[in-house]
């Protein structure tokens, strides 16, 4: 195992002991119950509460100053939350923290000589970039001397498992800066030298050069190779007690050999790269003898001085190094890849123990191209592996995949029209809809009045104690106007935070929403829901009349991706419910996708919500005119509305918004040779903000909570 240098360790114990007096004071704070107060860069303290808790800048600072959660505009989750960041219940973790944990651990390997001698530890920061210290991996040709022993480590019986070892490639990437302030290597990674995995299955910690990482008291968690023994987690009681600009003070236990291991803060994200450690320092605080601070001084590199640093070197850098490195600093995501790209691509949380959501991925194409034996078994994986025997027959070695394909795959759709990528979950007892307390204020749904409860579809399921007419789905409700087949208005609960991403093409979980898919939803299988009756709700026959075909598609109300957030099994359920005919109403094929018209708002919302990570309620509907013009068996709104509503600085905000159809439709209905029904007041626009008050007077409905 490699130790530091006594200059490297010359240069940390006197940053250790220059900070003494800064580190006693987080321990006070800590002791004292007011771990915030510890974090002298106030920036820094509100940048992380708000990461934290998905909340403004203000409400973070009211949290900062230790104001009682329970009487902040919070959600009950978030007020826990709160309280566990001000100090109190620091030791509740929610269990996903552990597959967090493991997804993060596969990523980290130990450095060795090719006879197993261990020198340290390190880990992967892209699909092919390594980082571990550059006193551990001094220079290139000492490079080609060590292997990389990824799942050195035991099993959940205490054995050892077989792990896979990789060659380091330093003729095509080696950085490094021996300043005892930054101490990294970066190096690309070779081929495999013997194991049963590919690099990819090991996944990478993505680098992150953000102020709302961590802040002073927080808690930090080390991943290591101590000794150069099988890999071994530190949780817990290792606290940041000092920061510099270039470095990190910690107490944990550390070992010779946990030299490169990454740092990370509770959301797995890593914060520092460790480089070197005293786990029985016990320095005594000069002002009082018989107290000791923490026995572990500990120091890491900041990612984010690393970061600096590359950034700073990349001109210098062949275009190959470049584009290496610009990938390791520009990262699609914040946590281990693991958790965003093979556990999403192949979604095999999303189709265990549901049925539903396994035809979904059958139907839509979630099927690898088969691998054909010449014996005629033919295996897909969907990533589950599934052999079949064609019987008697035989393929030759180059059979076509696509005719097997074809074959295999007589389910799925033939045309457009037939298409089912999303099929709702036909029991709805798993479904709780609209939640009014989402944004932490409450936010009742609209009421009728008198004559709308009149007309209003009746929920034949509905429970004793629930509103007769509300139609629950997932994280969306509506209520049905019986007699347009429309609804009067749908609500859904938007949380921008924990959106989760499914490909309508394929069925699997992405990490970004798939561009230009508003028109395709037209093509869609859309569903009845049974629990009013259908002479209350529109089907597809309306839809199939050959004017409405021509002119007409059918417009989500409630949009496809706004109730597609939480676990991937529930926003596939969201995205699936949306295509009831409930939640659709006729609009026209120049209104409906077109990102000036409908299709712009609906983005809007979606992008500003996602973008700032916040929980917004939108409401929405359409406006029913006497005056709107029939085709075939229903009325087609000439208008329609939404309501956005948010939270911003502990209050509540919203935003009424009118969209206007009617020159499209007045237009196709001249083109059928209709009677035209006139033009609309001069200072009407096709989309324009409105105040709430007008959309409750156009549409009869109570907002009662947004008065």
Known sequence: MKLVSKEIRNAVVDRLEKSISAQKAVVDKIREGRPLDAEPDENRKIAYIQKKLDVSAAIAKRIANYEDPKTLPLTPIKQSKAESIQGSTVDFLDVCFLDEARAASRSVARVAYWNGDPQGTGFMVSPNLFLTNQHVIQNKEQAKSFLLEFDYELDSKRKVLPFTRFKLDPDKLFLSDSEDDLDFTLVAVGERVDGLCNLEDFGFLPLINSIDKHIRAMFVNIIQHPEGKHKQLVLRENRILFSSPNTLIYGSDTLPGASGSPVFNDDWEVVGLHHYGEPYRALLDPANLNQSLPQSGNEGIRISSIMNHLNAEINTMTSVQAVLVKEALNPKFRSPSLLNEKSQSESTVVVENNKYMQENLASSGGLSNPQVAPNGTVTWTIPLSVSIQLGNHSVSENASTNQLNSKARSSEIETKSEAENFKPDPDFTNRHGYDPNFLGIKVKLPTLSNEQKQTAARNKLAKEEDDPYELKYQHFS?????????????????????????NRDTGKITRVENPGFEAAEAYEKWYDDERIDVDERSTQKLYNDPFMKKYFQRGHLVKRTDPSWGNPERAMRAQADTFHFTNCSPQHKGFNPITTRWAGVENWITKESDKSNIRVTVFSGPIFEDTDP??????????????????????????????????????????????????????????????????????????????
């Open 478 to 502: 509506l209520v049905m106007h019986g007699k347009r087949k429309l609804p009067f208005y749908t609500a859904v609960n938007i949380d921008g935070a924990s959106v989760i991403n499914i």
């Open 630 to 707: 029939e085709i075939s068996s229903i009325k087609i709104p000439m208008k329609f509305w939404k309501i956005i509503v948010w939270i911003e600085d502990g209050n509540l905000q919203t935003m009424g918004i009118l969209a206007d159809q009617s020159d499209l439709v007045n237009a196709s209905l001249a083109d059928r040779g209709q009677e035209n029904l006139g033009q609309l007041p001069n200072n009407f626009i096709k989309v324009e903000q409105c105040p709430i008050l007008d959309i409750q007077n156009l549409t009869g409905l109570n907002f009662e909570s947004l008065k």
